[in-house]
């Protein structure tokens, strides 16, 4: 197992339990004590853990907290539906689109129903099930296997597999959070390793994410602001934001906010 698959468990383990013991850790991992006391060294070095005698325990404000699927879909629900429909706009008919795990990126596989000839890829439950229940006979989707997160992202050796040697036209990339020195973030440590793989598959990237997540930092990277080719996000991000962004992603996409929308 790779120390990001450890570290993850272990994260996902405190999560569950509150805490963590080297001795237990020890036994369910099946690795010795100092490769666990190396795990927890490098977690709490990143602010996720905070270390006490024989094992580890969440740290407050911790950025591997990860809020599950459902907890996250009834935040900004407006602006990510200004957002996807912005996002559905910039897809070619019979292109290969990648879609991350994520709430927003759920939101836009609603949209993307509506464009002729898609072949999907995504490592995500809720997005694949938008697409499935469409039935449209002129798309494919393909769903990666792995082990599922809190975000319902399908993650791991498997998730990496299927995604590995794939040539996107565009990813439609989720975050947790995005940051000048950070870049584009997410808590999750296995879920960022997917994401990496799914940004280098693309050609093109476009990063969707809503106002609440500028300034906002997870724990892993996915990748640097400058990899973004465009970043749709909605008019709640600040004039300042709007310039530092500006100047670091490729083009800036700012969708206007319909709070009378209609449901899809």
Not at 227 to 252: N, P
Request: glycine share 8%; net charge negative.
């Amino acid at each position: 197992m790779l120390a990001a698959q450890r570290q993850a468990l272990i994260l996902e383990q405190i999560r569950r339990t509150g805490g963590v013991r080297v001795t237990e850790l020890v036994e369910s991992l099946e690795v010795s004590d100092m490769t666990v006391r190396r795990d927890l060294d490098v977690l709490a070095g990143r602010g996720a853990v905070r270390k006490v005698h024989g094992g580890a325990v969440a740290a407050d404000g911790a950025r591997s907290e990860e809020p599950g699927f459902e907890a996250k879909s009834t935040r900004q629900e407006n602006e990510k539906h200004a957002i996807a429909r912005a996002v559905a706009d910039l897809v070619e008919p019979h292109s290969a689109v990648g879609l991350s795990a994520g709430t927003t990126t759920a939101t836009v596989a609603r949209y993307l129903t509506d464009v002729p000839g898609l072949t999907v890829v995504t490592n995500s439950l809720r997005v694949a099930e938008v697409f499935y229940r469409s039935a449209r006979p002129d798309q494919t989707v393909a769903l990666t296997g792995g082990f599922r997160t809190p975000s319902d992202a399908l993650v791991g050796p498997v998730a990496l597999t299927a995604v590995r040697g794939l040539n996107l036209d565009v990813l439609v990339l989720g975050v947790h959070g995005m940051q000048v020195r950070a870049g584009f973030t997410t808590p999750n440590l296995m879920e960022a390793e997917t994401d990496q793989a799914l940004v280098d598959a693309s050609a093109t990237l476009v990063v969707a994410a809503d106002h609440t997540k500028w300034n906002t930092v997870g724990m892993s990277t996915i990748a640097p602001l400058d990899r973004c080719d465009v970043l749709v996000t909605d008019a709640g991000i600040d004039e300042d934001a709007r310039t530092t962004l500006s100047e670091h992603v490729g083009r800036l996409v700012v969708a206007d906010v319909d709070v009378h929308r209609e449901e899809t």
